[in-house]
């Protein structure tokens, strides 16, 4: 193997020798080039690029003014070897031994005796021979570059062997994935690089792939075309306006009106997140990723949808005075909205385009009608300070920083950002959050956008990772405060003790010791915040004292802004609710903590959810269509199941009309054994509390059930009946039934709901026809010539009063004597309940599992 210097074109035959070679050659070029390298910036416009060819391909290219760092240097190494000419043959040979045909050096074969034919008269075949291996790159460093071999097929075999004879073409760049998943992931492939700035004598590449392709992926995938809209819906119900789908929008309807008759909007949305930018390497680019909004959410929300469009340079500074320069702040915001003109000019064709989906051709105008990121993006693409120390913070309005936390203001008070109102600002030299960048904004000369409206408030960023993580930290600060360091450890041992439940994050360490939580994590704390701090404290006299009761309300109001932020249809009366739920959540937010807050609450997404998040929904349709998070489903899905009992004329014991998925069986004994093998089981002091109790009311709740059926339990004594005991089951509708897995070491035996048969219900206290108990055993019943039967043996609950059956809007329940053996098939659902701290039988149903 040979390698070949880049600089001054040596050949080395060993690795080790060519590194230290390169590392002195490097050198030396890099203080002889001094002169020629420019020492400030230079940004490469889209506009001296767009009639060059190489932007419209899938090569890997640099697209800079400068000579390749790596080329072949052809003239300059022909001299290398002078006797070569000895070693070539140009003409096809016909070798043969008795007749036999032979095939040796490439000149013998049928491809080059093909290929020779197809020349012109008098003219040579050239063989050309391409070497390619990327584990020989640590040469230049651990895996980052791809080297690209030539040598000539003329030569003969043992000649072409030698090092000196394979010359280096090139190195390729390897572009590194996050993980195994996203290296083989159809995002990560195709990508081009342009040099877009050169500052500080480094090159900033954009990594990209051209728009127009990313939305023919999309448009590509299977069964796409099944949840794509071209037109504005005016969606009602009694006359009431919907906002759902973001082609229920006032944006879809404004905009429509402005395409040629004919032609359909692509309406674009675009994605940034500078933190996930390990994937290139650590903290060194930026992604951006692109969705269409003709999509509907719930399709448009899963992972496939969303398409890789770039990766953005994040500038680096030489030192901190370098730094805070406004020079480099500059430099920053303009190679940002330059990066963004290069990739989005190719949707502003006034002709629009033509694109393809299930075989038919649409005429389409593309147009950005969302921006999703952080508040940090936001700022970035609609080029206002981040600083909440800045004057004017919101980049929604001009609202100053000392309103950000008067959540009393009127529309009067709120001047809406707009292109021309921002232009008017930097004309008249304001200085109301206008930077001399801002002129040069991108977005300012793109049609039919509001940069300022489009960069929508995220969710998870404004609640998830950002308002709660506030609401949680200014709670434990003032119950340390009012009643000191053992309140906050009994609110960590109860965060421990709260029971497993499906998709919930447990914390079976507490919550304090954790620093730097994921959105993730802070939802699950949400679900049970409300009955951790419940009765957490008693009451002081003290005229300051904040009650306990005062902080539970606070999480019941957060929790029902909350799900009212995850409605997938709002009416009218809808978004005015939640405008009230959010008012009357803000209010008591800023009165408990209002002594905690070092700024004063001046939170610029405070201020954008209490006055912005409303108009962005009838704006562009409900908030699930801009989110970061990627889920499915929004709500719980209630499946209903049938009655607990379900007599029929015949009198049959019901049959399960599918073959229910059971985990490992625990046991297996038989009716003639039956009082022996339980009796036994009862005995093992390793059994769990439930399951002993659900083997000593086994056989009483047996006999209960099939009395129901004129039958006795002594009719089956002389026929054979097999019982199995499993541990768990999967149930219909996806989730897992468990009786005996333990979770850290704790038993875990579910909660269930069951719908009520509609003649029993009257007999009940039930949350709308559903009653809820907690399983204790989990058996299949196998008998001769009779379908198996799938039960499950229940401990039910019932409301601890008719009068006052609800505390924070959940069930407020107790555990009953009162036992049963239902079918698996009258099962409702898997809940989660949670036992009071404060009583040992008080148990509440979990309602905020959003």
Same mark, same amino acid.
């Given at each position: 193997?040979? /390698?070949?210097?880049?600089?001054?074109?040596?050949?080395?035959?060993?690795?080790?020798?060519?590194?230290?070679?390169?590392?002195?050659?490097?050198?030396?070029?890099?203080?002889?080039?001094?002169?020629?390298?420019?020492?400030?910036?230079?940004?490469?416009?889209?506009?001296?690029?767009?009639?060059?060819?190489?932007?419209?391909?899938?090569?890997?290219?640099?697209? %800079?003014?400068?000579?390749?760092?790596?080329?072949?240097?052809?003239?300059?190494?022909?001299?290398?070897?002078?006797?070569?000419?000895?070693?070539?043959?140009?003409?096809?040979?016909?070798?043969?031994?008795?007749?036999?045909?032979?095939?040796?050096?490439?000149?013998?074969?049928?491809?080059?005796?093909?290929?020779?034919?197809?020349?012109?008269?008098?003219?040579?075949?050239? %063989?050309?021979?391409?070497?390619?291996?990327?584990?020989?790159?640590?040469?230049?460093?651990?895996?980052?570059?791809?080297?690209?071999?030539?040598?000539?097929?003329?030569?003969?075999?043992?000649?072409?062997?030698?090092? #000196?004879?394979?010359?280096?073409?090139?190195?390729?760049?390897?572009?590194?994935?996050?993980?195994?998943?996203?290296?083989?992931?159809?995002?990560?492939?195709?990508?081009?690089?342009?040099?877009?700035?050169?500052?500080?004598?480094?090159?900033?590449?954009?990594?990209?792939?051209?728009?127009?392709?990313?939305?023919?992926?999309?448009?590509?995938?299977?069964?796409?075309?099944?949840?794509?809209?071209?037109?504005?819906?005016?969606?009602?119900?009694?006359?009431?306006?919907?906002?759902?789908?973001?082609?229920?929008?006032?944006?879809?309807?404004?905009?429509?009106?402005?395409?040629?008759?004919?032609?359909?909007?692509?309406?674009? $949305?675009?994605?940034?997140?500078?933190?996930?930018?390990?994937?290139?390497?650590?903290?060194?680019?930026?992604?951006?990723?692109?969705?269409?909004?003709?999509?509907?959410?719930?399709?448009?929300?899963?992972?496939?949808?969303?398409?890789?469009?770039?990766?953005?340079?994040? &500038? +680096?500074?030489?030192?901190?005075?370098?730094?805070?320069?406004?020079?480099?702040?500059?430099?920053?915001?303009?190679?940002?909205?330059?990066?963004? +003109?290069?990739?989005?000019?190719?949707?502003?064709?006034?002709?629009?385009?033509?694109?393809?989906?299930?075989?038919?051709?649409?005429?389409? /105008?593309?147009?950005?009608? *969302?921006?999703?990121?952080?508040?940090?993006?936001?700022?970035?693409?609609?080029?206002?300070?981040?600083?909440?120390?800045?004057?004017?913070?919101?980049?929604?309005?001009?609202?100053?920083?000392?309103?950000?936390?008067?959540?009393?203001?009127?529309?009067?008070?709120?001047?809406?950002?707009?292109?021309?109102?921002?232009?008017?600002?930097?004309?008249?030299?304001?200085?109301?959050?206008?930077?001399?960048?801002?002129?040069?904004?991108?977005?300012?000369?793109?049609?039919?956008?509001?940069?300022?409206?489009?960069?929508?408030?995220?969710?998870?960023?404004?609640?998830?990772?950002?308002?709660?993580?506030?609401?949680?930290?200014?709670?434990?600060?003032?119950?340390?405060?009012?009643?000191?360091?053992?309140?906050?450890?009994?609110?960590?041992?109860?965060?421990?003790? $709260?029971?497993?439940?499906? #998709?919930?994050?447990?914390?079976?360490?507490? /919550?304090?010791?954790?620093?730097?939580?994921?959105?993730?994590?802070?939802?699950?704390?949400?679900?049970?915040?409300?009955?951790?701090? #419940?009765?957490?404290?008693?009451?002081?006299?003290?005229?300051?004292?904040?009650?306990?009761?005062?902080?539970?309300?606070?999480?019941?109001?957060?929790?029902?802004?909350?799900?009212?932020?995850?409605?997938?249809?709002?009416?009218?009366?809808?978004?005015?609710?939640?405008?009230?739920?959010?008012?009357?959540?803000?209010?008591?937010?800023?009165?408990?903590?209002?002594?905690?807050?070092?700024?004063?609450?001046?939170?610029?997404?405070?201020?954008?959810?209490?006055?912005?998040?409303?108009? %962005?929904?009838?704006?562009?349709?409900?908030?699930?269509?801009?989110?970061?998070?990627?889920?499915?489903?929004?709500?719980?899905?209630? $499946?209903?199941?049938?009655?607990?009992?379900?007599?029929?004329?015949?009198?049959?014991?019901? +049959?399960?009309?599918?073959?229910?998925?059971?985990?490992?069986?625990?046991?297996?004994?038989?009716?003639?054994?039956?009082?022996?093998?339980?009796?036994?089981?009862?005995?093992?002091?390793?059994?769990?509390?439930?399951?002993?109790?659900?083997?000593? +009311?086994?056989?009483?709740?047996?006999?209960?059930?099939?009395?129901?059926?004129?039958?006795?339990?002594?009719?089956?004594?002389? &026929?054979?009946?097999?019982?199995?005991?499993?541990?768990?089951? *999967?149930?219909?509708?996806?989730? &897992? *039934?468990?009786?005996?897995?333990?979770?850290?070491?704790?038993?875990?035996?579910?909660?269930?709901?069951?719908?009520?048969?509609?003649?029993?219900?009257?007999?009940?206290?039930?949350?709308?026809?559903?009653?809820?108990?907690?399983?204790?055993?989990?058996?299949?019943? $196998?008998?001769?010539?009779?379908?198996?039967?799938?039960?499950?043996?229940?401990?039910?609950?019932?409301?601890?009063?008719?009068?006052?059956?609800?505390?924070?809007?959940?069930?407020?329940?107790?555990?009953?004597?009162?036992?049963?053996?239902?079918?698996?098939?009258?099962?409702?659902?898997?809940?989660?309940?949670?036992?009071?701290?404060?009583?040992?039988?008080?148990?509440?149903?979990?309602?905020?599992?959003?």
């Amino acid at each position: 193997m040979a /390698f070949e210097c880049p600089f001054c074109n040596r050949v080395l035959l060993s690795r080790s020798a060519y590194s230290q070679h390169v590392k002195r050659c490097s050198e030396n070029y890099d203080s002889s080039s001094s002169e020629e390298i420019q020492n400030e910036f230079d940004i490469i416009t889209p506009e001296q690029d767009d009639n060059s060819e190489d932007n419209r391909n899938n090569e890997i290219i640099y697209i %800079s003014d400068d000579e390749p760092m790596f080329s072949s240097r052809s003239n300059e190494t022909s001299d290398i070897m002078q006797d070569i000419h000895k070693y070539i043959t140009f003409n096809f040979k016909n070798d043969q031994t008795n007749n036999n045909r032979n095939y040796n050096e490439q000149y013998t074969s049928n491809w080059w005796a093909r290929t020779e034919k197809t020349l012109p008269t008098g003219s040579y075949l050239l %063989s050309i021979i391409l070497y390619s291996d990327a584990s020989t790159t640590d040469s230049l460093g651990k895996n980052t570059l791809h080297p690209i071999f030539v040598t000539l097929g003329n030569i003969i075999t043992w000649r072409r062997n030698k090092p #000196d004879v394979k010359q280096l073409l090139a190195y390729l760049p390897i572009i590194k994935a996050k993980d195994d998943t996203q290296k083989i992931s159809e995002e990560h492939k195709n990508i081009i690089q342009k040099v877009i700035l050169k500052y500080n004598n480094k090159d900033y590449i954009i990594y990209y792939r051209p728009i127009i392709n990313c939305i023919k992926n999309i448009l590509s995938i299977k069964d796409i075309h099944k949840y794509i809209t071209f037109n504005f819906k005016n969606d009602q119900t009694n006359n009431n306006r919907n906002y759902n789908e973001q082609y229920t929008s006032n944006w879809w309807a404004r905009t429509e009106k402005t395409l040629p008759t004919g032609s359909y909007l692509l309406s674009i $949305i675009l994605y940034s997140d500078a933190s996930t930018t390990d994937s290139l390497g650590k903290n060194t680019l930026h992604p951006i990723f692109v969705t269409l909004g003709n999509i509907i959410t719930w399709r448009r929300n899963k992972p496939d949808v969303k398409q890789l469009l770039a990766y953005l340079p994040i &500038i +680096k500074a030489k030192d901190d005075t370098q730094k805070i320069s406004e020079e480099h702040k500059n430099i920053i915001r303009r190679t940002f909205h330059k990066s963004l +003109k290069f990739l989005l000019s190719p949707l502003y064709d006034d002709n629009g385009i033509e694109l393809e989906l299930n075989n038919s051709i649409f005429w389409c /105008f593309p147009r950005i009608s *969302m921006i999703i990121s952080d508040w940090p993006e936001a700022c970035t693409f609609a080029l206002t300070y981040k600083s909440t120390k800045s004057n004017y913070p919101c980049h929604f309005c001009l609202v100053s920083k000392e309103d950000l936390s008067n959540i009393n203001l009127n529309s009067n008070q709120i001047e809406p950002r707009s292109h021309n109102n921002m232009k008017l600002y930097y004309k008249n030299n304001t200085g109301k959050n206008v930077s001399i960048e801002n002129v040069r904004n991108f977005f300012w000369s793109v049609p039919n956008i509001n940069i300022y409206a489009a960069t929508v408030p995220d969710r998870m960023h404004h609640l998830d990772l950002g308002l709660f993580q506030h609401q949680l930290n200014f709670t434990k600060i003032l119950i340390n405060k009012q009643c000191g360091k053992s309140v906050i450890d009994e609110m960590n041992r109860r965060v421990k003790l $709260i029971p497993r439940y499906k #998709d919930l994050k447990s914390f079976p360490n507490g /919550f304090l010791h954790l620093t730097l939580l994921t959105a993730s994590e802070y939802r699950s704390l949400m679900k049970i915040m409300i009955f951790i701090v #419940d009765e957490l404290y008693k009451d002081s006299g003290s005229s300051n004292f904040i009650k306990n009761n005062k902080i539970t309300e606070v999480y019941l109001k957060w929790n029902k802004m909350y799900l009212l932020s995850r409605k997938e249809n709002y009416e009218e009366f809808d978004v005015t609710l939640l405008q009230e739920s959010i008012n009357e959540w803000a209010k008591l937010f800023i009165e408990l903590f209002k002594e905690h807050s070092k700024s004063e609450f001046q939170f610029p997404k405070l201020h954008s959810w209490v006055f912005h998040i409303c108009s %962005s929904i009838r704006e562009f349709g409900a908030i699930n269509g801009y989110t970061t998070e990627t889920y499915e489903s929004l709500h719980k899905d209630y $499946i209903r199941r049938k009655a607990i009992i379900t007599e029929s004329s015949s009198k049959e014991i019901p +049959k399960t009309p599918i073959a229910l998925k059971y985990s490992k069986k625990l046991y297996e004994f038989c009716i003639q054994n039956a009082e022996i093998y339980i009796q036994t089981r009862m005995n093992d002091p390793n059994l769990e509390k439930e399951m002993k109790l659900g083997f000593e +009311k086994f056989l009483e709740c047996l006999d209960a059930y099939l009395d129901f059926y004129d039958r006795k339990l002594s009719e089956h004594e002389e &026929i054979d009946m097999i019982f199995h005991i499993y541990g768990g089951v *999967m149930l219909k509708f996806g989730s &897992i *039934m468990r009786a005996t897995n333990k979770f850290h070491k704790k038993p875990i035996f579910s909660n269930i709901a069951v719908e009520m048969n509609a003649d029993e219900i009257f007999e009940y206290t039930s949350d709308n026809g559903v009653c809820f108990a907690q399983v204790l055993l989990i058996t299949e019943i $196998i008998m001769n010539y009779e379908e198996p039967m799938h039960l499950a043996l229940v401990q039910w609950y019932d409301f601890t009063s008719s009068v006052n059956p609800y505390l924070y809007e959940c069930p407020l329940l107790e555990k009953t004597n009162i036992f049963n053996l239902i079918e698996i098939e009258a099962i409702n659902d898997i809940i989660h309940i949670i036992p009071r701290f404060i009583d040992n039988n008080e148990f509440l149903v979990n309602k905020f599992l959003f």
